[in-house]
C-alpha cells in the first residue's frame, strides 16, 4: 500500500512551526491515504522578501506576524497597503513522495484559495485558482520520488466577484479603496487547508446524505416512534484512474439495517446513489433549540473493490422542514395543495417537524477580514453566544462566505437552524454562468447538505429576482444548480423575497422538478427605503437605523417616529392560520465596549468623534477626507443618541470630549441607545403575526460603529474575547426579547402577553411601576393567563403612571411562580425622565465555583437603572443592563478556563444614573 512520508518544511532557521487547528478542515477525500501540508509555508515577493507564512491563512496576518506591517486594524493602517498591494507574493512547500506513493498517483487538494493564484508543483503549472468558495484538486502527473515542490503564486488576475464580498468594505468593515474589477479586495492566501491523496485506484471525492420524510404532511408536532419515518439518500462522488467494479455499502448508527450496491465506476469522476428507509421506531427526530433534542446518527460509507477500500462517515440528523405560504390549518387546503404547483402570499412560516416555529436570531458576518486570525474555537463560541440567548435561527448573510464545518457541526449540536444565501451580494459579486461557478455551487451543497441545520437555501442577498431581466439569472442558474445537488430543502428565490410561481410543491417549498418561476412582484414594497422597510408582503427588510449628524464613511437615514418609545402595540389576529410576515433583517448602529474599542486607537483618539477635527466624506464612495480614525469605523451613533438621550448627551461639544471616561459613557450611551431602539422594534413586531424576526445583525467584523449584538471575537487581539463580548442587546433578548413567553406594555397604557412556545402556558402577569428618583414600587396588575401555543396572544390594558418619573418591570412566571421572562421597560424617552439618583455600587467575587463560574454580589446604596458589568476576561454574565435595588448576585460564565485572575483585575460597573449625572 502506497503512503506518503513525511513532509519537507521549508522554513527560515530558528522560526516556530505554525500552530494548525484541525478542527477548520472540512471532511477530506478518502484514498489511499492522505497528508496535510499545513502549517509554516515560506513567502517570496517579487521583490526579494522572504516570510514564514502560515496555511490557512493570509498574506496580511503573515505580513504582521513577520513584523512587516502593523495590526491592519489599527488606527488606519488598512490604508497603508503597499506591502500586499504592490508586490507580488508566492507561497511554497517541499513535499517527499516514496516510490510506492508516486505509482499509485497523487491529487493535490486546495480546500481553499482567496483571489486569483498560479499553482505550480516541481516547475509545471497545474491550475488557476479563480474562486475563493471552490475546492481545488489537480491529479499531478509530474510527481517525482523525493522532494517536490509546490507553488502558489497570487497574481492579481480578474476573478468576476468570486471572494468574500465584504472583503475591503461594507457598512460595518474597513474600507480599503483597493479593488479588482471595480469591487473592493482586501486580504488574499491560502485561507483553508491543504492536503495530498495517495489516490490509488479510486478516491471518494464527496459523500452526501440527504434526507427525506416519508410521511403524510404534518400540521402538528410528529413525537418519535409515531411518524412516516425517512429515506436516506446518498449521493457519492468517485474520481477513478480505470474503470471498475466497485461495492458500496451503507451503514446507519441507528441500527442494524444496512444498504448495499454494486456500481460500474467509469475513469474519472462519476456519481452513484444508494437509498435507505429508515422507520420511525428506529430514532428520535432532530429539533432547533428549545424545541426538542437534537438527536444526531452517523451515516458510514464504505467502497470496496479487491483490496480497495475507502470509508467516509457523515452525521445526519432526522427532521422535517416546510415553509408555509398558505393557511395549512385548513385540511381543505391542504388536500386541495397536495399536488399544486408555486408558492402562496398568506405569510411565510417555518414548521419543522410539523410543529409551526418562531424563528428568531441574527444575520451572521463573517467573524474574519483576516482569514489567518480565524479559529475554531471563536466559531463554536458564537454559535453558544446564540443559543444561550434563546436564539434559534440564523441567516447566512450573502456577501460573506461559506463557513468551515466546524461552525455548521455546531449549530447541528446545539439546534441553530439556517436560512442560507448562496455567496451573491451585487457590487460587483452577481452570478454569470460559467463553469467555475457551476463548480462552486455543487461542491458547497455538496459539502453542507448533510448538515441538519441548513433549513433552506436561497439565491442571494437582496437581488430582487426578476424572469427576464439581469435578476433572472438566480432563477435560471443559482438555483437550478442548487436544485439539481439538493431536492431535500425548502429553496427560496433569494432574501426577501414574494416565493414562487413554479418549480415547488406549495405546501412545503421544496423543489418539484418543474422549472422555477417567480413570483411576479413585490407588490407594495417594491422600492427599497431602509428608513421605512422594504420587500414583499410576507417577507421584509428594514428599517435601518443609520446615522446622519457627523460625517462617515457610511451615511444613512434615520427615522425618529416609526419605532417610539414605549412601542406601538398593534392589535392582531394571530396564529399560523392568519396572515404573517418574516422579518428577515432590520437593525440599528451601534458600537462596541470600551475594552473592545480603545486596543484599536490610539489614546489621543478615544472619543466616539476621535478627538479631532472631522474631514469631508462622501459616503457613496465611502471616502472621508483626513486622518480621524473613527470616521473610517463605519457609522456614527450621533441619532442613536440624539433619540434617546437627547441634546444634553448628543450634541458635537459632549461627543467631541476625549479620554477614557468620556469615551467609556459615549459607548455605554450608544450600547444602550440601540438596545432601547432594537426593544421597541421587536416587542412592536410580537404583538404581532410574526413568525420570523430575525435582525441585522449578531457579530461584529472588527471593533467599529457596526450593527452587532455580539462584538469582534478573534482572541488574539488586544481587547477582544473568544466569541465575541456580549453587548447590552444580546443579554436583552436573553431575557426579554427571545423568549418563548413574553409580555409588554406600549403607548396608552396598551399591553400584551404572548407565547410562541410549543406547548400551552398558565401563569400569572405582573406589572410594577418603580420610580426612577427613589426605586419605589406599585404593583400596577397581577393576572392570571393561559395561552395557546404557537402565538397564543392576550392584549390589556394598564394605567400607566407618570411616564417622567417611573418605569415598567414586568414579568411573566409559570404555576409555581418562577419567573420564566422578565422586561425593564421605560415609558419615554430617557431625555423625558425626571433625574436618577447617582448611585455607589459595590461588588465582590467569589471563588470558583465546581462548574467553573464566579458569583458577583453587587449592592447598590440607591436605585440604579441599566446597570452593566464589563470585563476583558473571556466570558457572559447571567444577567446585565439589569434593574438593582439592594444586593443582587450575578454569575459570570467563563468561556475558557482560569479566568478569575483576569476577571478580579478588570471588571468594571457601569450605570445609567452615574453616567447621565456626570458631566464627562
Not at 409588554?744 to 406547548?759: L, P, S
Amino acid at each position: 500500500m502506497g503512503h506518503l512520508s513525511r513532509m519537507v518544511l521549508m522554513v527560515a532557521v530558528g522560526s516556530c512551526l505554525a500552530v494548525v487547528d484541525p478542527k477548520m478542515r472540512d471532511y477530506p477525500m478518502a484514498g489511499e491515504s492522505i497528508s496535510y501540508l499545513d502549517g509554516d509555508w515560506q513567502v517570496t515577493s517579487n521583490e526579494g522578501d522572504k516570510i514564514t507564512g502560515t496555511v490557512p491563512g493570509d498574506i496580511l496576518t503573515d505580513l504582521e506576524a513577520s513584523g512587516k506591517i502593523s495590526d491592519p486594524l489599527h488606527e488606519n493602517n488598512f490604508l497603508d497597503n503597499a506591502q500586499w498591494t504592490n508586490k507580488t507574493w508566492t507561497y511554497s512547500k517541499v513535499f517527499t513522495a516514496d516510490a510506492s506513493t508516486v505509482q499509485e498517483g497523487v491529487m493535490l487538494v486546495f480546500e481553499g484559495i482567496k483571489m486569483s493564484a498560479s499553482i505550480s508543483v516541481n516547475g509545471k503549472k497545474v491550475g488557476q485558482a479563480l474562486d475563493q468558495f471552490l475546492r481545488y484538486e489537480f491529479v499531478i502527473d509530474n510527481v517525482k520520488v523525493g522532494d517536490n515542490t509546490i507553488e502558489v503564486k497570487f497574481d492579481g488576475g480578474e476573478l468576476d466577484g468570486r471572494w468574500m464580498a465584504c472583503t475591503g468594505g461594507w457598512d460595518w468593515a474597513p474600507y480599503t479603496q483597493t479593488f479588482n474589477q471595480g469591487a473592493l479586495t482586501f486580504s488574499y492566501g491560502i485561507w483553508k487547508s491543504v492536503y495530498v491523496v495517495a489516490m490509488g485506484p479510486a478516491v471518494l471525492t464527496h459523500v452526501t446524505p440527504q434526507t427525506y420524510y416519508l410521511g403524510d404532511y404534518p400540521v402538528e408536532p410528529l413525537t418519535d416512534g409515531n411518524h412516516g419515518g425517512f429515506k436516506v439518500s446518498v449521493r457519492i462522488f468517485t474520481y477513478c484512474k480505470a474503470a471498475m467494479t466497485a461495492k458500496i455499502d451503507l451503514q446507519g448508527s441507528w441500527g442494524s439495517a444496512t444498504q448495499t450496491g454494486s456500481f460500474d465506476l467509469p475513469k474519472g469522476n462519476s456519481t452513484h446513489t444508494l437509498n435507505m428507509t429508515v422507520s420511525a421506531s428506529d430514532i428520535k427526530l432532530w429539533w432547533p433549540s428549545n424545541m426538542g433534542d437534537q438527536n444526531l446518527y452517523t451515516v458510514t460509507t464504505t467502497l470496496q473493490s479487491g483490496s480497495t477500500k475507502r470509508v467516509a462517515q457523515r452525521r445526519v440528523g432526522f427532521r422535517f422542514f416546510a415553509l408555509v405560504t398558505g393557511n395549512d390549518t385548513n385540511p381543505v387546503y391542504v388536500n386541495e395543495s397536495k399536488n399544486a404547483d408555486g408558492t402562496q402570499d398568506l405569510g411565510m412560516l417555518v414548521r419543522v417537524n410539523g410543529a409551526p416555529m418562531f424563528n428568531r436570531g441574527a444575520n451572521m458576518i463573517p467573524m474574519e477580514e483576516l482569514e489567518g486570525r480565524a479559529t475554531s474555537e471563536m466559531y463554536i463560541q458564537l454559535v453558544k453566544n446564540s443559543v444561550e440567548a434563546n436564539m434559534n435561527t440564523f441567516r447566512i448573510w450573502g456577501g460573506g462566505i461559506f463557513y468551515p464545518k466546524v461552525f455548521y457541526d455546531t449549530a447541528d449540536e446545539l439546534g441553530i437552524v439556517m436560512y442560507h444565501d448562496m455567496m451573491y451580494a451585487q457590487q460587483g459579486h452577481s452570478p454569470k454562468v460559467t463553469a467555475t461557478q457551476d463548480a462552486e455551487l455543487r461542491h458547497q451543497i455538496r459539502r453542507l447538505s448533510s448538515h441538519p441545520s441548513i433549513m433552506m437555501w436561497d439565491g442571494c442577498n437582496e437581488c430582487h429576482v426578476v424572469i427576464g431581466t439581469s435578476t433572472g439569472i438566480y432563477a435560471t442558474f443559482v438555483m437550478t444548480v442548487v436544485v439539481e445537488e439538493d431536492k431535500s430543502r425548502i429553496i427560496w428565490p433569494s432574501c426577501p423575497a414574494a416565493g414562487w410561481k413554479s418549480g415547488v410543491h406549495r405546501l412545503t417549498s421544496m423543489p418539484n422538478g418543474s422549472p422555477l418561476g417567480l413570483n411576479p412582484s413585490f407588490l407594495d414594497n417594491s422600492v427599497r427605503d431602509d428608513t421605512v422597510g422594504w420587500g414583499s408582503n410576507i417577507e421584509t427588510h428594514g428599517p435601518y437605523q443609520h446615522s446622519t449628524l457627523w460625517p462617515t464613511v457610511n451615511e444613512g437615514g434615520f427615522d425618529n417616529k416609526s419605532i417610539t418609545t414605549p412601542p406601538i402595540v398593534v392589535v392582531s389576529k394571530t396564529g399560523p392560520g392568519e396572515a404573517n410576515v418574516f422579518a428577515s433583517e432590520f437593525g440599528s448602529v451601534v458600537m462596541s465596549s470600551f475594552e473592545s474599542m480603545s486596543p484599536s486607537l490610539s489614546s489621543e483618539h478615544w472619543s466616539i468623534h476621535g478627538g479631532e477635527a472631522a474631514g469631508s466624506c462622501n459616503s457613496g464612495h465611502h471616502v472621508c477626507n483626513g486622518t480621524n480614525p473613527m470616521q473610517q469605523r463605519n457609522y456614527a451613533c450621533d441619532d442613536i443618541l440624539m433619540k434617546h438621550f437627547g441634546w444634553n448627551h448628543a450634541n458635537r461639544q459632549v461627543l467631541n470630549r476625549t479620554g477614557e471616561n468620556s469615551f467609556k459613557k459615549q459607548l455605554y450611551l450608544c450600547q444602550l441607545g440601540q438596545a432601547l431602539e432594537m426593544k421597541a422594534n421587536i416587542e412592536q413586531r410580537r404583538s404581532t403575526n410574526q413568525f420570523g424576526i430575525i435582525v441585522w445583525q449578531l457579530n461584529e467584523i472588527w471593533p467599529t460603529g457596526g450593527w452587532g449584538s455580539i462584538e469582534y471575537g478573534t482572541p488574539t487581539v488586544k481587547g477582544q474575547v473568544v466569541g465575541g463580548r456580549w453587548k447590552p442587546l444580546q443579554y436583552i433578548y436573553k431575557r426579554t426579547l427571545y423568549q418563548d413567553l413574553i409580555a409588554v406594555c406600549g403607548a396608552k397604557g396598551m399591553c400584551y402577553v404572548k407565547n410562541d412556545g410549543m406547548t400551552h402556558f398558565n401563569g400569572f402577569v405582573t406589572v410594577v411601576s418603580v420610580g426612577l428618583s427613589t426605586g419605589s414600587e406599585s404593583v400596577l396588575t397581577n393576572m392570571t393567563v393561559s395561552l395557546q401555543p404557537f402565538a397564543g396572544i392576550k392584549y390589556f390594558n394598564i394605567s400607566s403612571p407618570s411616564s417622567s418619573s417611573n418605569l415598567l418591570y414586568i414579568t411573566v412566571s409559570n404555576s409555581d411562580n418562577t419567573v420564566v421572562s422578565s422586561n425593564i421597560s421605560p415609558l419615554d424617552y430617557i431625555y423625558n425622565w425626571d433625574k436618577m439618583p447617582t448611585p455607589s455600587i459595590t461588588f465582590k467575587i467569589s471563588a470558583e465555583k465546581s462548574d467553573g463560574t464566579f458569583d458577583i454580589t453587587l449592592t447598590s446604596d440607591k436605585v440604579a437603572f441599566f446597570v452593566n458589568l464589563v470585563t476583558a476576561a473571556h466570558g457572559r454574565f447571567s444577567d446585565n443592563v439589569f434593574l438593582l435595588k439592594g444586593t443582587n448576585t450575578i454569575t459570570f460564565h467563563p468561556f475558557r478556563p482560569q479566568q478569575g485572575d483576569a476577571l478580579k483585575s478588570t471588571l468594571r460597573v457601569e450605570d445609567l444614573g452615574t453616567y447621565l449625572n456626570n458631566n464627562n
